[in-house]
């Protein structure tokens, strides 16, 4: 305990670049926290799906 926050949010290997939820968007912080929670589960499906959504989800709300 202790170095939880040294650990990295997402894997920087998986699926290359992984969306960054934005801090001031509700589901940005939703998806971001259902990612999180598959990543404490080790289920990695589901991770994958959170990303996809995520990554969704900014395409259309977030488009830079
Ligand atoms: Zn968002």
Do not use: F, I
């Amino acid at each position: 305990m202790g170095t939880d926050q040294a650990t990295p949010l997402y894997d920087p290997e998986d699926l290359g670049r992984p969306p960054r939820p934005l801090p001031d968007c509700a589901t940005c912080r939703k998806l971001g926290k259902l990612r999180e929670a598959a990543q404490v589960a080790y289920d990695r499906s589901a991770e994958t799906d959170a990303n996809v959504l995520l990554r969704q989800h900014q395409l259309q709300e977030h488009r830079a």
